[in-house]
């Protein structure tokens, strides 16, 4: 049962070009979405994130969109740059009785070409 | 300040046998999370401990186990190894217990079951 999908497990982007990362979600009780980057040989590291009070939040280069309706959310990433070339995770935070879990969509495989 | 680290990175065991892995947390932080990444399935949540006790738990089988010790190292335990346990074991730490922007990754084991 997979709550978190990602349905492109890769994108390729010219240099300097957007790159648009998507992930869909079943369950209506995620309150906090994360998107994490891993290169290789290194454990993911915390990108950005957004409340699902909220539907837009921007850090730079990245923004993140959340559209709750249609429970999907996006990650751009403007202007690409070869550096960005990692799997980007997905995440969704649900509260369980003990405390929050996190629920990880597969990943897509970002090639920035230069 | 150091990060996680998770000792040994790589594993080679036969089916049958049994395996133990470690993290140690960032300093400070209390709650450690495992993870189990295999290709396509994204990072799968194993369990979390906090303060020395299990507060989540993920879909595995019992084969799988872990504790935490009073200094927050976390050690993963797996027996009876099967050829589908070969993936990258993640483990991850925080200063409060679950999900959010707080967790920080180690760089992984990989565990190969031949």
């Known amino acids: 049962d997979q709550q978190v999908k990602q349905n492109s497990p890769s994108l390729s982007v010219q240099e300097g070009r957007i790159s648009i990362l998507n992930c869909d979600y079943t369950n209506s009780m995620f309150d906090y979405f994360l998107w994490y980057k891993k290169y290789p040989a290194e454990g993911p590291t915390f990108l950005i994130s957004i409340s699902s009070i909220k539907d837009k939040n921007e850090d730079g280069r990245f923004t993140v969109f959340l559209n709750k309706s249609a429970k999907h959310l996006s990650l751009h990433i403007v202007p690409s740059q070869p550096g960005d070339s990692a799997v980007y995770f997905c995440a969704a935070q649900v509260r369980g009785e003990y405390g929050n879990k996190l629920v990880f969509g597969a990943g897509t495989i970002l090639r920035v070409k230069s | 300040k150091a990060g996680v680290t998770q000792t040994p990175r790589y594993l080679i065991k036969t089916r049958g046998q049994q395996v133990t892995l470690s993290c140690s947390p960032i300093s400070g932080h209390r709650s450690v999370s495992w993870y189990q990444q295999t290709p396509g399935q994204g990072l799968q949540f194993l369990f979390e401990y906090f303060s020395e006790t299990q507060r989540n738990k993920g879909n595995f089988p019992g084969r799988f186990s872990g504790r935490q010790f009073s200094n927050s190292r976390s050690e993963m335990n797996v027996s009876t190894l099967e050829l589908g346990d070969s993936a990258l074991y993640l483990c991850?730490?925080?200063?409060?217990?679950?999900?959010?922007?707080?967790?920080?990754f180690g760089p992984g084991t990989r565990l190969t079951v031949l």
């Open positions: 991850a730490s925080s200063w409060i217990a679950g999900g959010s922007s707080e967790q920080f």
